[in-house]
């Protein structure tokens, strides 16, 4: 719990004098995103918020906000947790990330378009697969679908997106073996990008609708191998 606290630690100063439950929960939010907090962990009300110096009862309301959003579970005499997904809501994330970022591309209207941030996370991505980061190649992946996203121009959809991808992360964490799920997506990123950049929007298009199919196949498969391993 330390090694993940001191991260929030940085992040006290985003809160400044205007603390709020809301930015409380942005804060964990962007955490568990970026995989700081696996499922199954305990989050210590103590520790928490001590780190970010806000109260028990401001902390109560961001658990609260973020166990709405399914990202965390508050069970009776133990505490909160960071949830642990189920294959149905592994396929149930894939299937809201197909409707929404498939028609963020479908509807993009005519080139060119804004793509710096879609290219840094392509860079990212690539950057740390070779250090063999892998954490951090998973991590680039969810940024690249974010500014992907984004290139909607819709507060709403980022908003939608923003714990949908939360959750992504949750599945990710189950995957025993991150490179063999991340490094192939690694250059399908780029090629995505790629046809963005020439203003092919359908053949984007195309190339996501497959690429998340794919992704679901092979994080399903890691989850009902778990559960039919499970004792």
């Known amino acids: 719990m330390a090694e993940q606290l001191n991260p929030l630690a940085e992040d006290r100063a985003l809160l400044g004098r205007t603390s709020t439950a809301e930015r409380v929960s942005d804060i964990l939010r962007s955490r568990i995103a970026e995989g700081f907090f696996p499922p ?15 109260s028990r009862n401001t902390l109560r309301e961001a ?7 399914r ?51 392509v860079e990212e991505g690539l950057g740390a697969a070779r250090e063999g980061d892998w954490k951090r190649v998973g991590t680039a992946n969810i940024h690249f679908h974010r500014e992907l996203v ?7 959809t980022d908003e939608l997106m923003r714990s949908v991808f939360a959750e992504l992360r949750l599945a ?25 950049e020439t203003g092919e929007r359908v053949e984007a298009e195309k190339l996501l609708a497959v690429y998340l199919e794919d992704s679901l ?6 989850y009902r191998r778990r559960v039919s391993s499970a004792p």
């Open 40 to 54: 199954g962990t305990r989050l210590s009300e103590d520790s928490i918020g001590g780190a970010l110096g806000v």
């Open 63 to 69: 658990f609260r906000l973020l166990t709405h959003e």
């Open 71 to 121: 990202l965390l579970v508050h069970e009776l005499n133990r505490g909160v947790f960071v949830r642990v997904l189920t294959v149905e809501d592994v396929e149930d994330i894939y299937r809201t990330r197909g409707l929404v970022e498939c028609a963020v591309v479908r509807g993009l209207g005519e080139p060119p378009y804004g793509l710096d941030a879609l290219a840094a996370a």
């Open 150 to 156: 984004a290139l909607a121009g819709s507060a709403r």
């Open 172 to 196: 990710f964490h189950v995957v025993d073996d991150p490179k063999r799920l991340h490094e192939p997506y690694l250059a399908r990123n780029r090629q995505i990008l790629q046809a963005l």
């Open 217 to 222: 196949e092979r994080v399903v498969e890691v």
